[in-house]
């Protein structure tokens, strides 16, 4: 079974830096495109980054020159350097993937992480 398992959230002051992680378990030979999303208090779930499995990268407006996305296709893993932190930048951050090759078969479906909770202080 797949698992995409999220780490790296905390308490940071506005201005800081954090770097969330993400790692996919499992039998996998490779993974499609990969994103954060992020889902604020009474918000709905808005894409952060995303990145393909050849590592073009694209970001939200929001966020953009602020974070790096990367990932290791060896290891499985993505993950989200944020820097200079803003309160409006709390929130809830999933890791998700729609296109999984698994024991010789392409699965394709929504694969999210449990999430990973950021909180950036004024």
């Known amino acids: 079974q797949v698992q995409l398992v999220e780490s790296g959230g905390g308490l940071v002051q506005a201005g800081g830096s954090l770097r969330l992680s993400c790692a996919a378990s499992g039998s996998i030979s490779s993974i499609g495109t990969m994103d954060w999303y992020r889902q604020a208090p009474g918000k709905q779930r808005e894409l952060v980054a995303t990145?393909?499995?050849?590592?073009?990268?694209n970001y939200a407006d929001s966020v953009k020159g602020r974070c790096t996305i990367s990932r290791d296709n060896a290891k499985n893993t993505v993950n989200l350097q944020m820097n200079s932190l803003k309160p409006e930048d709390t929130g809830v951050y999933y890791c998700?993937?729609?296109?999984?090759?698994?024991?010789?078969?392409?699965?394709?479906?929504?694969?999210w992480g449990q999430g990973t909770q950021v909180t950036v202080s004024s």
């Open positions: 990145i393909t499995s050849t590592g073009t990268t």
């Open positions: 998700h993937t729609n296109r999984i090759r698994t024991m010789g078969t392409i699965k394709y479906g929504d694969y």
